[in-house]
């Protein structure tokens, strides 16, 4: 969602005029955030759908938004094709039961679709894991996504990932699409949100408003990749840091549910002894108020993954929240370099294969600078960050869009 919200203001400029079928906020059961209509602009046609009550698809095990709204998508999408003449299709979502229409309407409508992995859409990690370790019902949630990315990607006709390894894991699985028109586009960044948040006034959540402690603020999902990583850190913290209890860590919004009370960064705190300089609340908060808590931290701490194809679209508005970064991330991570070449602060290295002991190691040569960078007057290089601003991102999507027409014949409508 975020992506195609904060390109709206410039499709047309890049030539193409877009509409918007979603789901109606009514029949969403994850967090409302009504300020982001605020960055739509008014002349976007925007055509909401109906879902199917979760009251009633939970009693057959059903509670992803997508499968929910999934007919009535299909309803308004062949109402729309059926009416209108449009050039192309784009899915840019995480609800990837929707995406499975594109081949639908591209049979029926001889439109090209293109589909962005901004997550893997079957996801493998967890097949050779432990039934403890595994999610909730993965096992059905599995073949659900292995039957309908088997079903649809094959006849796509353009890809768009915010890594490489998503775009070069669907190519090696389903080789017909191996020629099609790709692109590997990160998330941009919205000077328009940070002027609206500050024109609005609008608080931080969670963090507390004391000067005696330093503030170093996360705020995003946080699953089991990223804790070998902050156990690292946290051993490291705590035997080098002398003054610990000048410190205060706030983890915002660290579960994909909306009603977590897991706390998987505060066990792990507790568990090496320093639980009480973590604050952790697994509850989303809005997007603008996760802008004005960055805005308030003294350090934007971004634990990361030890995964390459980990790029963390939060990297862009931590650079543009101009507090200094610690960061740890996979050395051929994209985001690592944006991090460096932008002076946004510090990033520690890894190649993913480390043992324990050797990661608190790399994080033990940089902690001297993480004691310090609260102290740094971030001065960021505004040149470096141009590339990743919201209007060259969709100019970057739109040149995608006009290669996968002329792949196709088609001479697009502006």
Not at 16 to 23: L, N, Y
Not at 55 to 64: N, W
Not at 201 to 208: A, F, K, R
Not at 298 to 321: E, T, W
Request: hydrophobic share 40%; charged share 25%; with cysteine.
């Amino acid at each position: 969602m975020q992506r195609v919200r904060m390109s709206l203001p410039y499709y047309k400029e890049s030539g193409w005029e877009v509409e918007i079928i979603c789901v109606d906020d009514q029949y969403n059961n994850g967090l409302h955030d009504e300020l982001l209509l605020d960055t739509v602009p008014k002349d976007i046609i925007i055509h909401k759908v109906k879902a199917w009550p979760l009251s009633f698809t939970s009693k057959f095990g059903l509670g992803s938004l997508s499968m929910r709204s999934y007919y009535y998508f299909r309803k308004k999408g062949t109402e729309l094709l059926q009416k209108k003449k449009f050039d192309l299709i784009f899915f840019s979502t995480t609800m990837f039961h929707v995406c499975a229409l594109g081949r639908y309407w591209k049979r029926k409508f001889k439109i090209p679709f293109i589909i962005d992995l901004q997550d893997p859409w079957r996801n493998d990690f967890y097949l050779d894991k432990p039934k403890a370790e595994r999610p909730p019902k993965f096992r059905l949630a599995y073949t659900i996504h292995k039957y309908l990315e088997a079903y649809t990607m094959p006849y796509a006709d353009g890809l768009m990932a915010v890594s490489p390894g998503y775009i070069q894991t669907i190519k090696s699985r389903y080789p017909t699409i191996k020629a099609i028109p790709d692109a590997v586009i990160s998330f941009g960044c919205s000077e328009s949100d940070f002027k609206l948040v500050k024109e609005k006034n609008i608080p931080p959540e969670v963090i507390s408003f004391s000067k005696q402690k330093i503030k170093v603020v996360y705020t995003g999902a946080i699953t089991r990749y990223f804790l070998p990583l902050l156990k690292a850190f946290f051993i490291v913290f705590k035997e080098c840091i002398k003054a610990k209890q000048d410190y205060h860590f706030y983890f915002i919004g660290t579960s994909y549910s909306k009603d977590s009370e897991i706390h998987l960064v505060k066990d792990l705190a507790d568990q090496l002894g320093i639980g009480e300089l973590v604050t952790e609340s697994p509850q989303r908060i809005p997007y603008f108020s996760a802008i004005s808590t960055m805005l308030h931290a003294d350090i934007l701490f971004i634990p990361g993954s030890m995964d390459v194809d980990y790029n963390a679209s939060k990297v862009y508005n931590c650079i543009l929240a101009s507090k200094p970064v610690f960061s740890i991330f996979n050395n051929r991570s994209l985001v690592k370099d944006i991090i460096e070449r932008s002076n946004a602060g510090i990033v520690v290295s890894v190649d993913g294969k480390e043992t324990e002991e050797e990661l608190i190691n790399q994080i033990r040569n940089k902690i001297m600078l993480f004691e310090s960078l609260h102290l740094r007057q971030t001065a960021i290089n505004m040149d470096v960050l141009k590339e990743y601003t919201a209007k060259s991102k969709t100019l970057e999507q739109t040149r995608l869009f006009d290669q996968v027409l002329l792949e196709k014949g088609k001479k697009k409508k502006v």
